[in-house]
């Protein structure tokens, strides 16, 4: 089968560390190697940035409170000229800011296939930054974008209904994958555990990702506290950076800040831990979850997103109900007060994600790009 022409829009994109560039560059690796000729229209990330062959760098803004993130601005008579010159098979639009908008607007212009990817929650978000009025025009937004392209990839059943339920047409569920090689267990080291503060026999409480309003950080630290109060040799260590790390370093003057780690490092971070606190609310996936938990370790998040479809409760990790921060805490407890069920449970987890790599998920995601090339308005 022959390989298509397919054109990437995102706003992020390796190697800025989040979720969705992660996702972005693991999809655009593997169609490659499956013969697909990828090029990617992002923002500018530097003034010495060149992207890579064929692709089309814009200009874009600061992202406000997310340092080296940036976002795009309207760009449609420029991927028009782009799109008539070297016409592609099928767009595909990751993130649904200003470029996106006019990414899809261009291609519909066109006649070109598009899809589409929802990867954040933006409506939620806008709650936890006192914004929570602009909620319905944000969502309204999302959905008329997602309505216009020929499908809507998702990584997950429980949010394919949320957007099928909104009236969003031809939402597929492509999932997300987890490098096990990468995240591994055997990567545990002493000497960063010692650099903790935590010996052998203590116990070393994780979060990973952006420090921020609404990954519900509050949830994480109750629960650490808790895990203090009955447990003195705990430390709770944080990984990732953020609008809220001022804030959280000034109130939590004991707790480990370890910043942003990426590749290997980040990896070590994960296996050197032991138990993984997780309390966001707003995710869509949460690949944190599915990276602790090829690493081993036991993990206590809310029965939403990643948690929800990974996580078998009580046997390989604790998913409790979304919003309860008692039972988070009592979960969170349970796991720092038993080592035995603690690693017990992680051995599970690590076993849960060995069946999930990324080449199904790229299969699954080449299956709906060539159905949409495929299709006629």
């Not at 003034?47 to 601005?73: M, Q, T, V």
């Not at 978000?125 to 009025?133: C, F, T």
């Not at 409480?205 to 003195?232: H, M, Q, T, W």
Request: proline content about 5%; aromatic content about 6%; glycine content about 12%.
């Amino acid at each position: 089968m022959s390989g298509l022409s397919i054109t990437v829009v995102t706003e992020t994109h390796p190697p800025e560390v989040n979720g969705v560039a992660m996702t972005v560059g693991r999809l655009i690796e593997g169609l490659r190697a499956r013969g697909h000729r990828v090029s990617v229209v992002r923002p500018r990330q530097s003034r010495d940035d060149r992207g890579g062959e064929g692709d089309l760098l814009l200009a874009g803004l600061p992202l406000p409170g997310y340092a080296g993130l940036r976002f795009g601005l309207p760009a449609g008579g420029a991927l028009v000229r782009a799109w008539r010159a070297r016409q592609p098979d099928v767009v595909h639009v990751v993130t649904e800011g200003p470029l996106g908008w006019s990414a899809v607007a261009a291609a519909r212009r066109l006649g070109l296939a598009v899809t589409s990817g929802f990867h954040t929650n933006f409506d939620r978000y806008s709650v936890h930054y006192g914004l929570g009025w602009l909620r319905p025009a944000v969502a309204a937004y999302l959905r008329s974008l997602h309505r216009r392209t020929r499908a809507t990839v998702v990584p997950t059943e429980a949010l394919a209904a949320d957007l099928a339920g909104e009236g969003i047409p031809g939402v597929c569920v492509v999932g997300r994958g987890v490098d096990t090689e990468l995240f591994d267990p055997q990567r545990r080291s002493r000497e960063l555990r010692q650099a903790w503060g935590v010996g052998e026999g203590g116990l070393a409480c994780l979060y990973v990702g952006r420090l921020a309003p609404e990954k519900n950080l509050d949830a994480s630290c109750g629960a650490f506290d808790a895990i203090r109060a009955a447990r003195p040799d705990a430390r709770m260590v944080w990984v990732g950076d953020g609008p809220a790390a001022a804030r959280l370093k000034r109130e939590r003057p004991a707790d480990c800040f370890a910043g942003t780690r990426v590749g290997a490092d980040l990896a070590a971070h994960y296996a050197s831990a032991d138990l993984f606190l997780f309390g966001s609310l707003t995710e869509t996936y949460g690949n944190v979850v599915a990276e602790a938990m090829a690493s081993g370790l036991a993990v206590t998040a809310y029965r939403s997103a990643a948690a929800a479809e990974l996580i078998d409760d009580g046997f390989s990790g604790c998913a409790v109900p979304p919003g309860d921060e008692s039972a988070f805490r009592r979960a969170a407890l349970g796991l720092a007060l038993d080592d035995a069920l603690r690693r017990t449970v992680g051995q599970r987890a690590r076993l849960v994600m060995k069946a999930r790599g990324w080449p199904a998920v790229v299969e699954r995601f080449e299956g709906v790009l060539r159905h949409a090339a495929r299709q006629i308005f």
